[in-house]
């Protein structure tokens, strides 16, 4: 079967660092991505990644091992508007975009 | 600037009873998908569509039923509604296909009770 292992939750304090693991096991890989989740809304689009290596946008960058089956999203200088859930998602060898169940994320003063 | 619109936001629904979910998006995006999200779980694809006049099964389509007459426009048709349907539903669309990043409405929150 296909599956996306990511933390349920995680804290973390404001203004530190945070890495977001996920790793998957997929018939197939054509692609990863990241998208935000805050309470209660929709989904929206961080970052996606088809080749191995780090894509940095601002504070958030996002790695990829295609080898090892792995990424994360690591988020910088973290900010209470950080508080949210972080979804990531495999594009399989049908073409079928498999979604993680999420890592929520709890920022600390 | 609207993107992708969702109506309603909120129902409760009798066991039994059948509804449409709405949802159109203003970004002349080929590919729209509907998903529904249930607490602690990843997205379930219900239904998808690469284009007006084609539609395609998902992960988890019992129960549903959806149409594409317009690039526009995407409805997800409920028919005897089931408790197991209660969830939170996102429509979603996306210029070409799944290597493109999505994007979603505001959602749906669905009760049946």
């Known amino acids: 079967g296909q599956n996306i292992d990511q933390p349920t939750e995680m804290t973390a304090t404001e203004g530190a660092i945070v890495q977001i693991n996920c790793t998957y096991q997929?018939?197939?890989?054509?692609?990863l991505f990241w998208y935000q989740q805050h309470a209660g809304e929709a989904p929206t689009f961080l970052s996606y990644?088809?080749l191995d290596g780090l894509e940095e946008k601002g504070r958030f960058s996002s790695f990829l091992s295609r080898s090892k089956g792995y990424s994360y999203l690591l988020l910088k200088e973290l900010q209470m508007k950080d508080s949210a859930s972080y979804l990531c998602?495999?594009?399989?060898?049908?073409?079928?975009?498999?979604w993680g169940a999420g890592t929520k994320l709890i920022i600390k003063p | 600037n609207a993107g992708v619109t969702q109506t309603p936001k909120f129902r409760i629904l009798k066991i039994g009873q059948s509804m449409t979910l709405q949802c159109a998006q203003d970004?002349?995006?080929?590919?729209m998908y509907w998903y529904r999200q249930d607490p602690g779980m990843g997205l379930k694809l219900i239904y998808y569509?690469?284009?007006?006049?084609?539609?395609d099964k998902g992960e988890v389509p019992n129960g549903y039923n959806v149409s594409r007459s317009t690039t526009e426009d995407f409805p997800l048709r409920l028919e005897l509604a089931a408790p197991s349907q209660t969830s939170v539903y996102f429509c979603?669309?996306?210029?070409?296909?799944?290597?493109?990043?999505?994007?979603f409405g505001d959602g749906t929150r669905l009760s049946i009770l």
């Open positions: 970004m002349n995006h080929n590919y």
């Open positions: 979603a669309s996306s210029t070409t296909g799944t290597n493109q990043p999505q994007h």
């Open positions: 569509s690469v284009g007006a006049g084609i539609t």
């Open positions: 990644n088809v």
């Open positions: 998602a495999v594009i399989d060898s049908n073409y079928q975009l498999i």
């Open positions: 997929t018939s197939g890989f054509n692609g």
